[in-house]
């Protein structure tokens, strides 16, 4: 079945700096890589998602970028500001074996210092 | 608002206590999904049904039961737990589910879980 590993686990930058997080994936037929945030005592809210036909995605200060042939996938975040602080996750789904069902990664808690 | 309410939003019970928690969308998904969030394993899926019938129990103990009368609404009954089994619930739901192309889930809030 698919496995999923994302590093840092921790992830601490100066406001204003930019913050990159990285995940692999096991199943080369998986094609769908959202990425959560959570915020602390609230449930993960998906931020930007990317399917396996593109190679970068962008909304504002967010971005995504897929590497199909190196099966891994990053987050990046522009002009990191304090309200950007929370625990992200990254999953894969689609190839099949996991019946469908999103493999999370084990989380990056980034800090974003004023 | 997420589209995916949960309650209660903290519970604490017994060892030999009964409760539920409860779960409803109004995203107008057909499937629903349990997750349980701990120190040790940040999200691991416990059980997931698509159109009210369950379609994956990833070897949750007995002691974890869920029912899904419909579409929108999903229990998780919980009978002798034990403490290691507090955490985060977190209930989610989704279009239904293609094995081969990956959809969104969206969660509620969760409910936290204290077994003392």
């Known amino acids: 079945g698919e496995n999923v590993e994302q590093h840092p686990s921790t992830l601490s930058v100066q406001e204003g700096d930019s913050a990159v997080i990285k995940c692999t994936y096991s199943?080369?037929?998986?094609?769908?890589f959202p990425w959560y945030k959570q915020e602390l005592g609230k449930g993960p809210q998906l931020i930007i998602d990317?399917?396996?036909?593109?190679g970068e995605k962008k909304d504002q200060r967010i971005a995504v970028t897929l590497n199909k042939t190196a099966k891994h996938f990053s987050l990046h975040i522009t002009e990191t500001q304090p309200e950007d602080s929370a625990v992200y996750f990254c999953?894969?789904?689609?190839?099949?074996?996991?019946?469908?069902?999103?493999?999370f990664g084990k989380g990056t808690k980034l800090s974003v210092k004023p | 608002e997420t589209g995916v309410t949960q309650t209660p939003r903290h519970l604490v019970m017994g060892m030999t206590n009964k409760k539920s928690l409860k779960c409803e969308q109004h995203?107008?998904?057909?499937?629903m999904y349990w997750y349980k969030q701990s120190a040790k394993k940040p999200l691991e899926l416990m059980f997931v049904?698509?159109?009210?019938?369950?379609?994956e129990n990833n070897s949750v103990p007995s002691r974890f039961s869920p029912e899904c009368p419909n579409s929108s609404h999903l229990f998780l009954h919980l009978h002798t737990l034990q403490p290691e089994d507090s955490a985060l619930y977190l209930c989610?739901?989704?279009?239904?589910?293609?094995?081969?192309?990956?959809?969104?889930?969206?969660f509620g809030e969760g409910s936290w879980l204290t077994v003392v």
């Open positions: 990317i399917r396996s036909n593109v």
């Open positions: 199943d080369s037929a998986s094609n769908y």
């Open positions: 989610a739901s989704s279009q239904p589910q293609d094995p081969h192309s990956g959809n969104t889930i969206y």
């Open positions: 049904y698509n159109f009210k019938e369950q379609t």
């Open positions: 999953a894969a789904s689609g190839g099949g074996g996991s019946q469908g069902n999103l493999i």
């Open positions: 995203l107008g998904h057909n499937a």
